[in-house]
């Protein structure tokens, strides 16, 4: 019986210290994944003298976390995001997965012992990003990423689970059997299994997020109940979809999605329990496979270990991002920094015991290289995300200052929001600026009394406001209540000089600055040249070099139409130059650039030509342009 109650201590006791590690990593930014394996590690077998080597409990454990993770991630990513950012995120998810797995196993065979297979295997296991770590390091550096680019990353890494996933259990078991596949016929069966298992993990998916749905609203559970409901019917599908040979990963995380973005009614409190079971899912799976983790066997396989994690970081993972975003309109220094935020984690580890679970002749080396190289890029990449994404010069100000807001719960009414605002000082609402007509105000505290808003007169700063409002406007409303946004030097710099009106017709800016635009073009208004310029599309901080003025898009509205440019006559900014990474629309631009130079340069030489060969005649009497002398003259 003691027994039971000092498992509970210890248990508890490393969960707690697992929760505090967070402040320090929210402090320095550190990895938070690398604290909580050190935790697992320090309590071990070599630590502490925890010894923990069940394979399968680590693997039932991290699975049922990783399905908790996923579907909070799909819960938790809005459908904005994710159209904006879908196809190349989908791509980086299969493609990309694929291709890091390959060249990483390529080179995991000349670094190591292991055969062919193995090494692919390897690949496969730390193909994969890790959410958690992505999430976390993008939220605690307090980075302000572009959109386009925190959403690739956060999709990317919320959905290329299952495709490592479904790579590691196949090649697991090819090399259980035996047998040397031909390579034809190994790609034919993984083809064919990946088709069947992301098709009924979709379909399960869908099915089950719109089932999730419509439960709720359905259903009147007490609120209580409601979010264990709901996290024990993403459980329920997760076994589903991998009992009818479906990928429960990729179930759960589009179940997530779908019922995220349905307007459920609680929504809030969904996504409030589900963060917290979300961090207990995390802490739970990473102190497990800490302690699972025997670092006395890390010395044996480190040197290999290290390289080819250094080898993942500059080498696998940069060529796979390169060649699945080549055919988007992603900049150098984008598709350098979502080559860099590649890190490995939790799931690449929980993968690495698979092969061990499959009583693999080299299962436990496999597993200590795995834990190492994840190790490497926490550590190489997790300390640098912030620096190189200033250094790119992805970090952009920010549009709105302090807002203070809390989302209340209004039963029976799906579509609609009771927000309380606290106004802030400074905010557009405190100078005077009124609430939009689709806002019902009801109710505003100001010191201690309640007063309707019809009679509370002007809002003043401190005040609390109650609205009610539908729920397609709260961020318009959050730019009333927030304060502005303080900019720095640079960031005045960083918009430009003076606001333009983007309606006017780009035909002003070329008589203005002398931009020599094409018909079309000066026919169009500037606020369509600058998106017409820009690909189609334009979002907040894009920047556009016409001649010798540059335009910045200061502010995009809901729908992605731009609303504010700024204008600088003397350009700040200097994109930074990365030596790779240049994208297919670069290269064009670079080669059309290079052939008009080379004719101009032709065109020049042959002048210089025909200069000489004129002077030569004019010289020998020849040349057209001398004056004969008259008859008799």
Not at 319 to 338: D, I, K, N, Q, S
Not at 364 to 376: D, E, S, Y
Not at 380 to 397: E, N
Request: glycine share 10%; aromatic share 10%.
């Amino acid at each position: 019986m003691e027994s039971i109650y000092l498992a509970i201590m210890v248990g508890t006791a490393l969960i707690i210290a697992a929760a505090f590690s967070s402040l320090i990593a929210f402090r320095f930014g550190a990895p938070l994944l690398l604290l909580f394996l050190g935790i697992g590690l320090v309590a071990g077998v070599d630590g502490m003298g925890l010894d923990f080597d069940n394979a399968s409990v680590a693997y039932f454990v991290g699975s049922l976390a990783l399905a908790v993770i996923l579907f909070d991630s799909g819960f938790g990513t809005s459908l904005a995001s994710f159209r904006q950012s879908a196809l190349p995120s989908i791509v980086l998810a299969t493609f990309g997965v694929a291709i890091t797995a390959s060249i990483f196993g390529v080179g995991a065979y000349y670094v190591t012992p292991l055969s062919w297979l193995e090494s692919f295997l390897l690949g496969a296991t730390i193909a994969s990003t890790d959410a958690a770590a992505v999430f976390f390091l993008l939220r605690a550096g307090n980075l302000n990423l572009r959109d386009r680019v925190r959403s690739t990353l956060e999709v990317e890494s919320g959905s290329n689970d299952p495709i490592a996933i479904f790579l590691t259990i196949t090649l697991v078991s090819v090399i259980a059997t035996g047998s040397e596949p031909q390579a034809e016929v190994l790609l034919t069966d993984i083809l064919i299994g990946f088709a069947v298992q992301m098709g009924l993990g979709l379909a399960a998916g869908v099915t089950g997020g719109f089932l999730i749905a419509r439960l709720v609203e359905r259903l009147q559970l007490d609120v209580g109940l409601l979010p264990i409901f709901v996290i024990t019917l993403a459980l329920l599908l997760f076994g589903i979809a991998g009992a009818i040979g479906g990928s429960g990963f990729l179930a759960v995380y589009v179940a997530g999605l779908i019922a995220g973005n349905s307007g459920v009614r609680s929504a809030a409190r969904l996504k409030r329990f589900q963060d917290g079971i979300s961090w207990l899912a995390q802490i739970i799976m990473f102190l497990v496979l800490g302690l699972f983790a025997t670092p006395s066997q890390f010395p044996s396989v480190a040197i290999p270990a290290v390289a080819l994690g250094l080898f993942l970081v500059f080498v696998a993972r940069p060529v796979g991002v390169w060649l699945c975003l080549a055919p988007f309109r992603f900049t150098r220094a984008e598709t350098a920094f979502v080559a860099w935020v590649g890190l490995r984690g939790a799931v690449s580890i929980l993968l690495a015991l698979t092969p061990i679970l499959g009583r693999l002749e080299n299962g436990q080396v496999i597993f200590n290289t795995a834990f190492i190289i994840v190790l490497v890029s926490l550590v190489v990449q997790g300390w640098t995300i912030g620096p190189l994404a200033r250094r790119l010069g992805l970090v952009v100000p920010p549009r709105v200052g302090p807002l203070d807001k809390v989302e209340l719960e209004l039963p029976g009414a799906a579509h609609h929001e009771l927000l309380a605002y606290r106004v802030v000082a400074g905010s557009p609402v405190a100078n005077g600026v009124r609430i939009p007509r689709w806002a019902r105000p009801s109710l505003v505290v100001r010191e201690g009394r309640s007063l309707t808003y019809q009679y509370a007169g002007r809002l003043m700063a401190e005040d609390h406001v109650y609205i009610f409002v539908p729920d397609r406007y709260p961020p318009l409303l959050d730019r009333l209540f927030a304060s502005r946004a303080e900019l720095d030097e640079d960031d005045a710099d960083f918009f430009g000089e003076f606001a333009i009106d983007g309606s006017r017709p780009a035909a002003d800016l070329d008589s203005a600055y002398g931009l020599i635009l094409k018909e079309e073009e000066a026919a169009m208004s500037i606020a369509d040249l600058v998106v017409a310029r820009l690909g189609g599309r334009a979002e907040y901080a894009d920047r556009l070099t016409i001649g010798p003025i540059e335009l910045i898009v200061r502010d995009v509205d809901e729908h992605g139409a731009i609303k504010d440019i700024g204008l600088s006559v003397e350009p700040h900014y200097v994109a930074p130059k990365v030596p790779v990474f240049l994208s297919p629309g670069e290269m064009w631009d670079q080669t059309v650039s290079a052939w008009r130079g080379w004719r101009e340069a032709g065109r020049q030489r042959r002048l210089r030509a025909k200069e000489a060969t004129e002077a030569r005649q004019r010289e020998a009497g020849e040349g057209p342009n001398v004056v004969l002398p008259r008859d008799g003259g």
